[in-house]
């Protein structure tokens, strides 16, 4: 099975009635297990209450949490999350926290380079200790996976460029897409202009773009592949587009045809769009029930 390394932000989602474990990074690693891959994950939490029940669960669901660090520094991540009418999320998040502070070390760098494809996104690049682990750690990561996550205030052009020319994949949403191409002086409101143009500027062949409730677009070898969406009703969008990195990511590391990988991502993420958390439990018979509809 394919060995995938999650590297990010692992935290608590703090909602107005209720708190959830969650992250990035975590969603796409509880996902990827979940489909059978041996999933790793690098964070660090607090030496606190909040990070051994983190660790508890993230090793309750098969994920080597090995590479964890404790921070004797720095609690544990939170976000507050609010929940518009239409079930999309606006997040606060807590700064500093522990997975701002990922140490690198020898170990870490012998881990990656056992690794299939490493995921990480732009988050965890918002402070020096982090983002310097993490530039080292893509130096030696075989198959790089960009997850472009715009957090206002927490990126800048200069490091989003960065991680975009060392990937060997991104995905983004198609809001980000368009901020990050008018910030590269390119303006167009098509997508597969603005793909093109990433591709191009950043030497990066393979890229995928979700368009909410309208599906996604990937762009494979020069070719490009579109899913048009499923029609479910939206109860919560949190990890939905998570899971579905996570789906396609499975489907071709498991050497399926793009335009099936695709169809598969886009169903599982609309299955947790429709359900509330960002990691519900989802049954097989139930993806291909809604890809045939």
């Excluded at 982090?130 to 052009?157: C, G, M, Q």
């Amino acid at each position: 099975m394919p060995f995938v390394i999650c590297f990010g932000e692992v935290l608590w989602d703090v909602f107005p009635t209720h708190k959830e474990i969650g992250g990035a990074p975590l969603n796409v690693a509880l996902r990827l297990r979940s489909l059978g891959n041996d999933a790793s994950i690098i964070s660090s939490v607090g030496d606190d209450i909040d990070g051994k029940k983190l660790i508890s669960y993230i090793t309750s669901n098969a994920i080597n949490a090995n590479e964890i660090q404790i921070s004797k520094k720095f609690q544990t991540g939170q976000v507050k999350v609010v929940l518009d009418k239409k079930g999309s999320a606006t997040y606060n998040i807590k700064f500093p926290c522990a997975w701002d502070s990922i140490h690198l070390n020898e170990e870490l760098k012998e881990f990656v380079k056992k690794s299939d494809a490493f995921v990480f996104g732009s988050l965890v690049a918002r402070n020096k200790v982090s983002k310097h682990t993490l530039l080292e750690l893509l130096k030696v990561a075989k198959y790089k996976i960009f997850d472009v996550n715009l957090r206002p205030p927490h990126y800048t052009l200069d490091v989003l460029t960065k991680l975009m020319g060392e990937a060997n994949f991104i995905k983004f949403n198609d809001d980000e897409l368009l901020e990050i191409c008018e910030q590269l002086d390119f303006y167009s409101s098509d997508i597969e202009s603005n793909i093109k143009f990433i591709s191009n500027t950043t030497k990066t062949g393979n890229i995928c773009v979700t368009l909410g409730k309208d599906g996604a677009i990937l762009f494979v070898s020069n070719i490009f592949f579109k899913n048009y969406g499923y029609s479910i009703q939206v109860k919560d969008t949190v990890g939905a587009g998570d899971s579905f990195l996570a789906s396609l990511i499975s489907e071709l590391l498991n050497n399926k045809p793009p335009q099936e990988a695709l169809d598969f991502a886009c169903a599982v993420g609309a299955i947790v769009a429709s359900s509330n958390g960002a990691n519900p439990k989802i049954a097989e018979k139930d993806i291909a029930q809604l890809i045939k509809r």
